[in-house]
């Protein structure tokens, strides 16, 4: 009997997912946003145009704001160097790795440019999607744990504000998905970086588009396994020789996350303006 695992339709929803909470820490920032002089946007660097939040244009309004590709590490360093041209010509943005310190210091040098001249303290607010890195880098800019890290999505439930400098200031704030990814492509590319709770999504799932989408990116010439393939591999396997599919998955999905399968970047910056009219 063939218990391969099946793909749902091309068109069917495969998360969704916008609590309450959210949307009360997105009418907050809202609020809070005249306290505000400069924005953080941080993205995870594999799905910039997926991991960006469109709401914040109208939210952010006029404000300095500063771009940072997270998890520049996991990403395909020519792909992440294409989309850092494509965003240059609308806004400070940087590539960083939020975990190595080095790497978080470009973020504060960038920071101090957007502060400079200003009198007094200056505010930020560092948004995000959930599990994006916001933490992480918040917690490199103040050289110490203050502001809680975990890989999971919606850690983050409240605004919290820490002190950076003489004069500057950072507020954290919840992760905020958008109120629908309409796109099952994007869909499963958020719940593939983390940006949506595990028990939102089928994880089988995930990780089969993701596999169809990579081998016909590569005309089938990659040496990332498929689900099957890694599930027999890794010993995922229950009683009579049947496939722990749903296990596996989920370990499937944690070493795409751990760069095991290699640098990849899961959307591609476009050529010119041309194409996003």
């Not at 949307?23 to 997926?50: C, F, G, N, T, W």
């Not at 992760?175 to 099952?184: C, D, E, F, H, M």
Request: aromatic content about 8%; overall charge positive; hydrophobic content about 40%.
């Amino acid at each position: 009997m063939n218990n391969t695992p099946s793909l749902r339709n091309e068109f069917e929803q495969v998360v969704q997912w916008y609590p309450g909470h959210m949307a009360a820490a997105m009418r907050r920032i809202d609020d809070y946003m005249k306290l505000i002089d400069i924005v953080i946007e941080v993205v995870d660097a594999r799905v910039p145009h997926s991991g960006a939040n469109p709401m914040l244009d109208a939210i952010a309004g006029k404000r300095p704001r500063l771009l940072v590709l997270n998890r520049e590490d996991l990403a395909d360093p020519l792909a992440t160097a294409r989309w850092l041209s494509y965003f240059a010509k609308r806004r400070r943005v940087i590539a960083i790795n939020g975990r190595e310190q080095s790497s978080v210091a470009k973020a504060n040098y960038y920071l101090g440019q957007l502060a400079q001249g200003a009198r007094g303290t200056q505010r930020a607010i560092v948004v995000g999607l959930p599990n994006s890195g916001k933490s992480s880098i918040i917690n490199g800019l103040l050289r110490r744990a203050a502001a809680k890290t975990e890989d999971r999505a919606g850690v983050t439930r409240s605004l919290q504000w820490f002190r950076v400098g003489a004069n500057l200031e950072l507020m954290d704030s919840p992760g905020i998905l958008v109120p629908k990814i309409s796109s099952p492509d994007a869909q499963w590319k958020l719940a593939l970086v983390g940006a949506v709770p595990r028990e939102r999504y089928d994880p089988e799932d995930i990780a089969i588009r993701f596999h169809r989408w990579l081998t016909t990116g590569t005309n089938g010439r990659t040496k990332v396994p498929d689900l099957e393939t890694f599930s027999r591999a890794r010993g995922f396997m229950r009683r009579g020789g049947e496939v722990d599919y749903h296990n596996a998955a989920q370990s499937y999905i944690k070493d795409f996350n751990d760069g095991k399968f290699g640098r990849i970047t899961l959307e591609q910056a476009p050529k010119d303006d041309a194409e996003t009219a």
